[in-house]
Structure formats: C-alpha cells, structure tokens
T-cell receptor
C-alpha cells in the first residue's frame, strides 16, 4: 500500500492565521481525501481532493475555509484559513489506490496526521 | 442521517479473552465495503480487516474476524485472545461506490491484565 507523509506533524497557531498542510504519497493514487478528527471524536471527511480540479466538499465544509489543492497524483495540500480555537484538531490525509468504483479490498491508507492547536 | 453506528463508547476485556465490537450501517447501495481500523494513543490509523458486501464468507485476519450479518446490516469485529496492545480506539467504516470512507463514532477498548 501507499506510504503517506504529512507535514507539519504538529503546530501551534495564532487565531486568525492560516496554515497549509502538505501531503505527499510515495506512489500515484487515484483518490485522496482530507479528514478532521477533533479531540476524542471520530474522523469527519472534509473533502475529496480531485487532481486538476476543485475539491469536492462535504456538508459543513467550504472552500473559503479549507482550500485544497491537488496538482498531481501524488501530492495535495489543505489550508485551514482564518483559524479559531475550534479548528484545533488532527487533520489527516488519506489515499485510496483503487478506482472510484468499488472493487476488492482496496484499503484507505492514512498519513500520521497533523495536530493543530489554535490559541 | 447517520450511516455507520457504533453504540459502545467504551469496552473492557480481560487479557486472553475474546471481545466483540458492534457496528451497524445503513446504505441503499448494493455494492459497499466495510472496514475496521485501530487507532492507538499514538494517533495512527491502522487497517485491520475488510468485508465486501458480496463476500460469501466472513472475513478473518489473524486474531480479527468480522461477523457480517447482511440482513441485519451489522459488521461486528471480533478480537480473539486479547492482548494488552489491543487497547486502542476502534473505528468501523463504510465505503460506498463513490469511494469515500465514512466512519462510525468509535469504541475505546481497554484490555485488562
């Protein structure tokens, strides 16, 4: 399976600033996703990062707050804009190597996460 | 509407005993996949086991097995011979044909020595 590197692994940010998280996969993958995990909670899907086009956002998440880029099949960025303490979370990049259709036991692989604390 | 439900916020099990973690799901898509992930305190997401909606047999991976009851829409994880290292958060997840994975609320498992 793919190996995913995320950076930064953690950061402490000031209210009102923005931070970009980078996600690098060691092989070409068809689908990449960004999740948020608030303290003690489950993973919530923010968006699907689409290569060469705008990301597909889930309900409750908007492009102005969480702009996403995916310039190629191995790299994506998530920016958390105008941060507030409520944005303190772990942000996880994930990748799926199979096609968009369901087939077999293709596994979603995760990066180690980026733990953001907003003061 | 909630698509993946884990009703056990926390579970305890004695070392070397078996434990079942519950998961129910809801989908109208005939083609879907069910996954279990483990998240230890370090935060990494570790894939454990997978069950496809068309699979005839329950999935097994070492000490992990999935009790798949399609008519009941349940996909419970069974961990046999629990070890102290099994203490972690466990997430059930479902993928529909669109490809994205949706997670349940999670169950915290603590293994007692």
């Amino acid at each position: 399976s793919a190996v995913i590197s995320q950076k930064p692994s953690r950061d402490i940010c000031q209210r009102g600033t923005s931070l970009t998280i980078q996600c690098q996969v060691d092989s070409q993958v068809t689908m990449m996703f960004w999740y948020r995990q608030q303290p003690g909670q489950s993973l919530t899907l923010i968006a699907t990062a689409n290569q060469g086009s705008e990301a597909t956002y889930e309900s409750g998440f908007v492009i102005d707050k969480f702009p996403i880029s995916r310039p190629n099949l191995t790299f994506s960025t998530l920016t958390v804009s105008n941060m507030s303490p409520e944005d303190s979370s772990i942000y996880l990049c994930s990748a799926f190597e199979g096609g968009p259709g369901y087939s077999g036991a293709n596994v979603l692989t995760f990066g180690a996460g980026s733990r953001l604390t907003v003061l | 509407a909630q698509k993946i439900t884990q009703t056990q916020p926390g579970m305890f099990v004695q070392e070397k005993e078996a434990v079942t973690l519950d998961c129910t799901y809801d989908t109208s898509d005939p083609s879907y996949g069910l996954f279990w992930y483990k998240q230890p305190s370090s935060g990494e997401m570790i894939f454990l086991i997978y069950q496809g909606s068309y699979d005839q047999q329950n999935a097994t991976e070492g000490r992990y097995s999935l009790n798949f009851q399609k008519a009941r829409k349940s996909a419970n994880l069974v961990i046999s011979a629990s070890q102290l290292g099994d203490s972690a958060m466990y997430f059930c997840a479902m993928r529909e044909d669109g490809g994205k994975l949706i997670f349940g609320q999670g169950t915290t498992l603590q293994v007692k020595p």
